[in-house]
């Protein structure tokens, strides 16, 4: 039987994706102006730093959230980025501020006893050093901090899971991202997608468990699932 032919119920542990869906990217842009970088390349640095990662895990290759921000940073500036600039970027990553709605959204599940933890693409120290400066209530899994297992392949939801200590069904995903909601499908997630940053859910994937508007109202749309039957 395939994932998620089965009625969701409420889980009892979140997951949350890090950047774009907590954390926007779009205050790197004066790091970019900074570095001389023109500020539209860093729509562009981020599209190539996914499909790196995505042919990355597709090809089984371990490399880190760091070596592949970086590597994407060199490839489109034709390599003409010093190395004072790329560290200045990277250092912008651990810096940015949460969206204003993240705090209150967590807060909500946690005090209705649900576990939140943060599973972002690739992780690495860049993610760590970012939720330990935000404050924000997030656990970091280190099972999922590894390289070579980068979202949306199965592992990372799993290895979450596993280090959560609950049934992938009773893990809920909460993301702005429709190919991270996607992974989360296959792996047998709860699935939860926020509209803040694509808008309207791709068509290319099958539709989430729910959406929101925002991470509030996503998260508040994942807690308001029934729970399970008793067995």
Known sequence: MPPHTHVPVRPSALVLDALDTLFPLGPLEWRFREAGIPRVLMTRWRDHLLRDAFALSLLNEAR?????????????????????????????ITRLEPRREAAPALA????????TAVLGQGDGDQVRLLVERS?????????????????????????????????????????????????????????????????????????????????????????????????
């Open 108 to 115: 909500a599940a946690r005090e209705r006893g649900v576990r």
């Open 64 to 92: 880190s959230f760091e070596e592949v921000a970086r590597g994407s940073l060199r490839d489109i500036t034709g390599n003409q980025i010093a190395p004072a600039a790329e560290d200045a970027i990277l250092d912008g």
């Open 135 to 231: 404050g924000l209530p997030l656990e970091i899994l280190a099972e999922g901090d590894r390289p070579g297992a980068w979202k949306p392949a199965r592992e990372p939801y799993l290895a979450a899971a596993r280090a959560l200590d609950v049934a992938p069904g009773r893990l809920g995903l909460v993301t702005a991202h429709g190919w991270d909601a996607a992974g989360g499908r296959a792996a047998g997630l709860v699935t939860g997608w926020s509209a803040h940053l694509e808008g309207r859910f791709p068509s290319v994937f099958a539709s989430p468990d729910v959406e929101g508007r925002d991470l509030a109202e996503t998260v508040d749309r994942l807690l308001a699932l029934p729970e399970p039957k008793p067995a």
